[in-house]
């Protein structure tokens, strides 16, 4: 995509979102982390639900451990993968009292050192907690990027990179949110509803619908 194409593109995505946030809902950086752990292969809906649940109970490092393992899946059991999900939160908040005085870090080595946590997760806590311009990819931006012809790339590592490369810095803060939002509602995987995307005349897409999504 052309360099003034790229500009356009979130120029436009930014009209219909100037503020975006996350859809995860979380009051400290903790319940961010906690969320998204929570969020691999879950919808942010089905997390919201458990999270209000949970964090009314418990929403630091050592009252989620006082629930123990039991206790936490009992609140999370809705969630795919409750379970490793649950082992792997639990080994954070040790981590984090004993490592971090129950603060979640804002650095990207320490938080990919714990239990759960990837470049992915820790991309979206720097981002949304801490306000790094850090570009998380997830399903729905690495569809956006290769489709787009914005930032392709044969797996997330490249697409990431390649976002960093083509992303104008006055957008990069926000990329992350107005491109993972145009995927779950606009460029969908099965059907892209592309008769009302904003962007298409930008668009790469060879297989454009020609009817809503």
Not at 62 to 83: P, T, V
Request: glycine share 6%; aromatic share 6%.
């Amino acid at each position: 995509m052309k360099r003034e194409h790229v500009r356009q593109l979130f120029e436009r995505l930014r009209e219909i979102e100037p503020q975006p946030r996350s859809e995860l809902e979380y009051r400290t950086p903790f319940e961010l982390l906690v969320a998204v752990v929570l969020s691999a292969q879950a919808t942010d809906v089905g997390v919201n639900k458990a999270t209000r649940r949970l964090f009314a109970v418990a929403a630091t490092p050592a009252a989620l451990l006082a629930l123990g393992e039991d206790g936490l899946k009992r609140h999370i059991s809705s969630i795919g993968l409750y379970n490793t999900k649950a082992k792997n939160i639990l080994a954070t908040c040790r981590l984090l009292l004993e490592r971090h005085a129950g603060e979640v870090p804002r650095e990207r080595a320490a938080l990919e050192a714990l239990p759960g946590v990837g470049r992915k997760t820790a991309n979206v806590v720097l981002n949304t907690a801490f306000g790094e311009p850090t570009i998380a990819v997830d399903t729905h931006i690495f569809r956006v990027a290769n489709r787009t012809g914005l930032a392709p790339g044969k797996d997330v590592a490249a697409v990431e990179a390649r976002l960093l490369q083509v992303v104008p810095p006055e957008f990069r803060q926000n990329a992350h949110h107005w491109l993972i939002l145009h995927g779950r509602y606009v460029c969908k995987a099965r059907k892209p509803a592309c008769p009302q995307c904003v962007i298409r005349d930008l668009c790469g897409f060879r297989a454009k619908t020609v009817a809503a999504g």
